[in-house]
């Protein structure tokens, strides 16, 4: 890895977005009926993150594991996110809209 100050900058940066971006999820996943627009958004994110990854990576000539990787994992959880979200909407109400009643 380089070690110049921008580099270091960079990736201390990203580390703390990334950081940030976890404690956020978790509060998300707190309470998913409150925050379900987070929620489709996040899902919508992965999705659009899956490509632009998949390219990134090719065109950075990384190994077909490392991109699999990236790509796919961002594909899967959006997959998985609007899955549980629109099973959920099927349904007709949440569950804790159900708990309520």
């Not at 999820?25 to 996040?42: E, G, K, N, Q």
């Not at 659009?48 to 594991?65: C, H, K, R």
């Amino acid at each position: 890895m380089p070690q110049s100050p921008v580099f270091e900058s960079v990736m201390r940066q990203v580390s703390f977005s990334y950081c940030l971006h976890g404690i956020a999820l978790w509060f998300i996943a707190a309470d998913v009926v409150r925050y379900r627009p987070l929620v489709w958004l996040s899902a919508i994110g992965y999705l659009l993150a899956a490509p632009v990854f998949l390219i990134v990576d090719v065109s950075l000539g990384m190994p077909w594991w490392w991109w699999a990787g990236n790509s796919g994992s961002c594909l899967l959880i959006g997959v998985i996110l609007l899955g549980l979200l629109w099973m959920e909407r099927a349904t007709g109400q949440s569950r804790r809209e159900r708990m309520v009643i």
